[in-house]
C-alpha cells in the first residue's frame, strides 16, 4: 500500500474529517450564516420599542451581515475543527489515526476551502430567500450585491488597462486565504490562537510596509513614469502575486506543521 496517498484510506479518512467538523462546528457556521436575519430581527425590535412601528433596514445593514458572518466563521472555524492538534491527549490520538500526513493535509483544505464555504454560502442564500419573502424588506441579494462591487470597481479600469476583479472569484480566496491562515495558527500555537494569529500577521504587515515604503521611495518612480495604466496593471500584477505567495506559505507551512507534529 502506497503510504504517501492510498484513494481508499483517503477516502475514509475524508468521510471522518468531514463528519468531526460537523459536530464540531457545522451548526455554528449555520447560525453565523444567519447574521442578515439575527441583524434584521434585533433592529425590526428597537424600531417597535422606541418608534412604534417597523423600520427599512438599510442596504448597508445587511453588507455588514455578510462581512461580519464571513469574518466570523473564517476566524473561528478553523481553529474550532483543528485547534486541537495541539492538545497533548487529542493531538496524540489524531497523530495515530492511520493517514498519511499528505491525506491529512488534504482532507483539511477540502473541509476549509471547498465543505466549509459551501455550507456558509448555502445557508447565506437560504438566508437570503427567506428575507425576501418579508414584505417590507427592502435589502440586498447576492447576486446584486455582487454585481454592485464589479460595478462600482469597474470605474478603476483606463483606456487601455482593466481593472481584474471578479466579486465572487475574490471572495472565494479570500474566504480561503483566511481560512488557511487561522488553521496554521491553530496547530501552531497552544494557547490564545486567534490573538497570536493576528500578531502574527500586524508583525508581517509591518514588515511588508516598510518594503513597499522603500519601493515607493524608488528615485525613478516620477509623476512622469506613474501613469494610470502603470497603476492599474501593478494593481493587477500585485493580487496575483499576494495569492501565490499567500497560498504557497499556508501549503507549505500546513503541510509542514502537519508531517512534524509530536507529542
Known amino acids: 500500500m502506497n503510504k504517501t496517498f492510498d484513494l481508499n484510506r483517503f477516502g475514509k479518512y475524508l468521510s471522518y474529517d468531514l463528519l468531526t467538523s460537523w459536530r464540531k462546528a457545522g451548526l455554528s457556521v449555520i ?74 493535509f488534504l482532507s483539511m483544505l477540502v473541509v476549509l476551502c471547498i465543505a466549509a464555504p459551501a455550507l456558509w454560502f448555502g445557508s447565506i442564500v ?13 435589502g440586498m441579494g447576492l447576486t446584486t450585491l455582487f454585481n454592485g462591487l464589479d460595478s462600482i470597481l469597474s470605474h478603476l479600469n483606463t483606456e487601455n488597462v482593466d481593472f481584474v476583479f471578479n466579486s ?16 496554521l495558527g491553530a496547530v501552531i ?33 516620477t509623476s512622469e513614469t506613474i501613469t494610470d495604466d502603470s497603476v492599474i496593471r501593478t494593481l493587477n500584477t500585485s493580487s496575483i502575486v499576494m495569492y501565490f505567495v499567500e497560498f504557497l506559505a499556508f501549503f507549505g507551512g500546513l503541510y509542514y506543521r502537519i508531517k512534524t507534529i509530536k507529542h
Open 31 to 104: 447560525i453565523t450564516a444567519l447574521l442578515p436575519l439575527w441583524f434584521y430581527l434585533i433592529y425590526q425590535i428597537i424600531c417597535l420599542v422606541f418608534r412604534g412601528h417597523l423600520g427599512q433596514f438599510s442596504v448597508f445593514g445587511i453588507v455588514a451581515a455578510y462581512i461580519v458572518s464571513f469574518v466570523i466563521v473564517t476566524i473561528a472555524f478553523p481553529v474550532r475543527v483543528y485547534g486541537f492538534l495541539t492538545s497533548k491527549k487529542a493531538g496524540s490520538d489524531w497523530v495515530l489515526i492511520p493517514a498519511s500526513a499528505f491525506e491529512k
Open 126 to 138: 437560504a438566508c437570503d430567500a427567506v428575507m425576501s419573502l418579508i414584505p417590507n424588506y427592502h
Open 189 to 221: 500555537f497552544r494557547k490564545n490562537k486567534v490573538v497570536y494569529t493576528f500578531l502574527s500577521l500586524m508583525a508581517i504587515g509591518f514588515i511588508f510596509s516598510i518594503a513597499i515604503g522603500i519601493i515607493g521611495g524608488n528615485p525613478s518612480l
Open 168 to 183: 465572487p472569484v475574490v471572495s472565494y480566496l479570500n474566504w480561503s486565504a483566511n481560512a488557511l491562515c487561522f488553521a
